[in-house]
């Protein structure tokens, strides 16, 4: 090889060498820009949407909670034949769910009791009232005389995800403000511990420490939001052993509402028996997948038979919900009322159809609510409203319209609205009453509803797209 040839040679192995570093270099070093946060901090919690939140980091959200979560004694009322000096008493959990002194526990917490008394972490007492109880799904409301407390809001208990972090908050053993965390192990399960025949048991289980006391404690999400109210464990020693069960916080926040504003809970029916689909019965009746739950039985003259469901359809939504099993379909239910209606999805001969069916109470009547509205508008929307009762109106002056209940895939859920919002204000104008609401509302194709969240300082605004 002649020396030109050589120094071309070596040329041009040069440049290519340099070449490869450059290239090397430009996608090895370090970027400039500071990395993004695999998650935000969660400080506000004003923030009305779910987001999961992955660090392990629990002391935001504990710090905030702890505040919230009372202990409860009540004392048991005395046989005949009991010593006047022999006072039996039992302990549990509670959590504050407004900041005028409504509290929420399990019935079995306070069943019994002549005398309820609620320690706050400040250490101040107070006795309490019970507003109402529902044994269907062991829940009670409370009352205390007391104003401007710390209170937790509900969080969507819809959005959990197995695997999920979660945190327990209670009194186990009377060991006030008690923190434990752990994961949601499982969603909808039916463990048989309540005894009323309409019981609903769709729990959420998780495997964060859960011992007794801790009955009526909360449940919470790494955000800080009330997502299930602590309730059972599964155990053969008495103690904890990695199987905790809580009612869902979106069930568990109907009921309460209830409770607070009607002193009972307005639970509609379907007028359905239904079992699971296994594999065998899916290959019989030509389903694409062992799923969704087969109607084996109809009340006469009940909502779904009069809505033309038929012995060995296949139910698999409800308001776009799968539906698979009992407990799945009774907790749906229990977020709706009388006078209603709701959209079921179900499989006949291999079609799939749907039908709007109005729900009725347990007597096959359905006598809507009073104040409160359930129109075509309203469900094209998304959702449910009633008037304010005396104490709210006393609570919101300038009046208003409080969302009730928030249908999947619909434009309100689509824009973050959430329970409980009480809507004072329709494209700027001040709203009064639900008569004066629906009219504003049907003036706009775009509305932009102004209004409160109970507990949060400051308005919040949402813009509906049909």
Same mark, same amino acid.
């Given at each position: 090889m002649n020396p030109r040839s050589l120094a071309v040679l070596l040329l041009a192995c040069f440049l290519s060498a340099a070449a490869g570093v450059f290239g090397t270099a430009r996608y090895l070093a370090p970027t400039n820009r500071a990395p993004v946060p695999a998650d935000p901090s969660r400080d506000d919690l004003r923030l009305r949407t779910f987001a999961s939140s992955s660090p392990t980091s629990f002391i935001s959200a504990a710090e905030r909670v702890t505040p919230a979560v009372v202990f409860v004694r009540s004392y048991l009322k005395r046989s005949l034949l009991s010593d006047l000096q022999d006072e039996r008493t039992t302990t549990g959990s509670a959590v504050i769910v407004s900041p005028d002194g409504f509290i929420a526990t399990n019935n079995h917490v306070i069943e019994g009791a002549r005398r309820i008394r609620i320690t706050l972490q400040d250490r101040r007492e107070f006795d309490a009232e019970v507003i109402g109880v529902d044994e269907s799904t062991d829940l009670a409301l409370l009352k205390i005389d007391a104003e401007n407390l710390p209170n937790l809001m509900f969080g969507n208990s819809d959005s959990l995800r197995v695997g999920e972090w979660v945190m327990a908050v209670g009194n186990p053993f009377s060991l006030n403000s008690t923190v434990t965390a752990g994961i949601v192990s499982a969603k909808g399960r039916s463990i048989d511990v309540l005894e009323p025949d309409d019981r609903i048991e769709s729990f959420i289980q998780t495997d964060a420490a859960v011992n007794p006391g801790n009955s009526g404690g909360a449940l919470i999400n790494t955000a800080g939001e009330l997502i299930g109210i602590n309730t059972a464990i599964i155990t053969n020693s008495g103690r904890h052993e990695g199987f905790a069960f809580a009612i869902p916080g979106n069930l568990a926040n109907r009921v309460i509402r209830d409770l607070r504003d009607y002193g009972e809970v307005k639970r509609a029916v379907l007028g359905v028996w239904i079992q699971g689909i296994n594999d065998a019965q899916a290959k019989q009746l030509n389903l694409p997948a062992a799923r969704g739950a087969l109607i084996t039985n109809l009340t006469p003259e009940g909502p779904a038979a009069r809505a033309g469901l038929q012995v060995g359809d296949v139910m698999t939504a409800i308001n776009g919900v799968e539906i698979n099993s009992s407990p799945q379909m009774q907790e749906?239910?229990?977020?709706?009322?009388? #006078?209603?209606?709701?959209?079921?999805?179900?499989?006949?001969?291999?079609?799939? =159809? =749907?039908?709007?069916?109005?729900?009725?109470?347990?007597?096959?009547?359905? #006598?809507?609510?009073?104040? =409160?509205?359930?129109?075509?508008?309203?469900?094209?929307?998304?959702? =449910?409203?009633?008037?304010?009762?005396?104490? !709210?109106?006393?609570?919101?002056?300038? #009046?208003?319209?409080?969302?009730?209940?928030?249908?999947?895939?619909?434009?309100? !859920?689509?824009?973050?609205? !959430?329970?409980?919002?009480?809507?004072?204000?329709?494209?700027? !104008?001040?709203?009064?009453?639900?008569?004066?609401?629906?009219?504003?509302?049907?003036?706009?194709?775009?509305?932009?509803?102004g209004g409160l969240y109970d507990g949060y300082e400051g308005e919040y605004f949402y813009r509906l797209e049909p």
């Open positions: 749906q239910l229990s977020r709706y009322r009388p #006078g209603q209606r709701i959209r079921v999805t179900y499989i006949r001969n291999g079609a799939i =159809e =749907e039908r709007n069916i109005l729900l009725r109470d347990k007597s096959n009547r359905p #006598g809507q609510l009073v104040g =409160e509205r359930s129109d075509d508008l309203l469900h094209r929307l998304g959702f =449910e409203v009633r008037g304010l009762t005396p104490s !709210e109106l006393r609570a919101y002056g300038a #009046g208003g319209v409080r969302v009730i209940s928030i249908f999947r895939h619909s434009p309100v !859920e689509s824009a973050n609205m !959430e329970t409980g919002f009480v809507i004072q204000s329709v494209n700027g !104008e001040r709203v009064s009453n639900l008569d004066q609401f629906l009219r504003l509302l049907r003036r706009s194709d775009r509305p932009l509803l």
